[in-house]
């Protein structure tokens, strides 16, 4: 009994039983699916910071702009010339992708100051391609959406008429700045796409400016915080050249604080990096922030904020809703789950709920519609 005993305690044990490894199996699959969910959050919460900081850094873009030239940044130049994002490039620490623009744009260089910026002249710079391609910044992009900066390079695609516009090529962003022609006359209430005013002309959104085709200079009803850039009279030649900023922070008589500038764009998740430019469908989900010509184009830049007009939300509840031709593709939207970030006058990002009331969101985009409305 004693060397039994002996050969017992110290024999070396055998293997694990099956019992014993299912097991361990089991509690390191109940860990694995504990530890998941929370590595997927810390991960988003650091796309959201990221997301949120790139907000900041276009903040303090626009705030160096009108300090530097006593004004806003311009929605745009002209019809097809440079948006608020290209503008703000040199305050964003993009100083050699804006020279490059400068020399390259106009008849011959120095002529013209950042105009025609359209798929021709896409394709007149088509000899520097890591130029084109570096136009796509870090900052244009959520990385909760996409992983790195994205540029359209095709501009092959056409209506099939007489558009030499094209498709809208070039860098894509993430980040729009909201349009807003005011309530309709007599219900402040309503923000709609379009309305007739009390003199019974037509009011409505177009990337050419507001009130109408050609309605350049009809930009009492734009309430947005950017609005086209003034540009000198006929036949002033280089008139795009010689454009001053139409506005500054003070005309957001509600406040800076209550005022949204800038905000993530809705682009659902089986459309992103879709632009489809033809005469029967054309999508305009995820194209370029050059050759904006008009309203359908110039979504890629801004969006409305509106109460009505055929819109499901003003902010789309996730990257689920919307498919092509879809009404909701005017709409915010974001791919944090259940909110989506802001940029307001102040300088400060905010982050709201998909559920805002769309009354709350179209007045947090107006610059004086007399209601001074807190950011929710």
Known sequence: MQSLRIKMEGGVRGAFTLVELLVVIAII??????????????REAARRSQCTNNLKQIGIAVHNFHDSLQGLPPSNIHVNSAVAHIMI????????T?????????????????YDLDVRWWAAIAGFPEERKGMGKP???CPSRRGSPSVLDDATTDFGWDDPFGTPVGPRTDYVFPVNIGPTPGDETLYDTAYIDIDGAAIYFDFWGFGGIPGWEKQAENKAPFRPAILPPAPD??????????DTFARMTDGTSHQ???????????QLEVCQNDAASPQYWDCGLFSLYDAGRGRNASRPAVTAGGLIMVIANGPDVGTSNHAGQFA??????????????????????????PLVFARLCDVNDGHTVTFP
């Open 29 to 42: 699959g109940v860990l694995i699916a504990l530890l998941l969910p929370a590595i997927q959050a810390a």
């Open 89 to 96: 490039m040199p305050f964003m620490e993009n100083i050699a």
């Open 98 to 114: 804006w020279q490059f623009i400068l020399d390259n744009s106009g008849p011959s260089i120095g002529e013209s100051f950042v």
């Open 139 to 141: 900052w244009m992009v």
């Open 237 to 246: 030649t280089s008139n795009r050249k010689n454009w001053i900023a139409r």
């Open 260 to 270: 949204i500038i800038f905000g993530e764009k809705h682009i659902p998740a089986t």
């Open 332 to 357: 915010f939207g974001s791919y944090h789950p259940g909110l989506c970030n802001f940029l307001l006058g102040d300088g400060s990002v905010r982050g709201t709920s998909t559920t805002i009331v």
